[in-house]
């Protein structure tokens, strides 16, 4: 298990793509902890975040920062 830090996405580049509100916190069953690319808050916690195969952004609870995966994670 790792940790991941997303990339805080500008409004003007979500370009129609969908977005997940994390809310106070996701937990999945095995994988890395995801941090907010804003505030730096874990918004996941266990998530397979680095094999999922959707382009989704994910919106931070805590700042309403909009976040995606890094290309390089």
Same mark, same amino acid.
């Given at each position: #298990?790792? +940790?991941?830090? %997303?990339?805080?996405?500008?409004?003007?580049?979500? %370009?129609?793509?969908?977005? #997940?509100?994390?809310?106070?916190? #996701?937990?999945? %069953?095995?994988?890395?902890?995801?941090?907010?690319?804003?505030?730096?808050?874990?918004?996941?916690?266990?998530?397979?975040?680095?094999? #999922?195969?959707?382009?989704? %952004?994910?919106?931070?609870?805590?700042?309403?920062?909009?976040?995606?995966?890094?290309?390089? +994670?």
């Amino acid at each position: #298990m790792g +940790s991941v830090v %997303l990339k805080n996405v500008p409004e003007d580049k979500i %370009l129609g793509r969908e977005i #997940m509100d994390t809310g106070v916190s #996701m937990i999945g %069953l095995g994988g890395d902890n995801v941090f907010c690319g804003t505030c730096g808050r874990e918004i996941m916690h266990d998530m397979p975040i680095k094999t #999922m195969k959707v382009n989704l %952004l994910y919106r931070c609870d805590a700042c309403g920062g909009i976040n995606e995966v890094p290309q390089d +994670s």
